[in-house]
C-alpha cells in the first residue's frame, strides 16, 4: 500500500477539502502517514490569506522534496502563484487550483 502524506495551512475550508482528499485516497487504497514521514506521495493544501501562511506554504514545499517521491500543491496559494511555485520549485511535480481540488483523491 503507498503512503500518502498530508499537509494543510489555512481555513476551515481547507482542513475540510483535505480530509476528503484523504478519505478519497484511503479508498483507493494509499496509507495515510504523518507529514514527517516517508511517503509516495505528499499533498500540500496551501494558503495565502497573510504573509506568514505564504511562508508556511514555502517551508513545507521545501520540507516536502523528496526524488522518488510525487509531490502536489493545491490551494490558495498554488493558485495565486502558480508560475511562481514552477520557477522556484521545479521539482514539484503537479500544482492544481482551487476548482481542481476535488480531483486529486
Not at 500500500?1 to 482542513?15: R, Y
Amino acid at each position: 500500500m503507498d503512503k500518502v502524506a498530508l499537509a494543510t495551512l489555512g481555513c476551515k475550508v481547507n482542513q475540510y477539502e483535505t480530509e476528503l482528499i484523504r478519505e478519497q485516497l484511503e479508498k483507493s487504497g494509499f496509507n495515510p502517514v504523518s507529514f514527517g514521514e516517508k511517503a509516495g506521495l505528499y499533498i500540500i493544501n496551501t494558503c495565502s490569506v497573510t504573509e506568514k501562511a505564504a511562508q508556511k506554504s514555502i517551508e513545507l514545499i521545501k520540507k516536502a522534496r523528496n526524488r522518488s517521491s510525487l509531490l502536489v500543491v493545491t490551494g490558495c496559494y498554488a493558485e495565486a502563484e502558480k508560475e511562481k511555485l514552477r520557477e522556484m520549485f521545479p521539482w514539484i511535480d503537479l500544482v492544481v487550483g482551487n476548482k481542481e481540488k476535488s480531483n486529486i483523491g
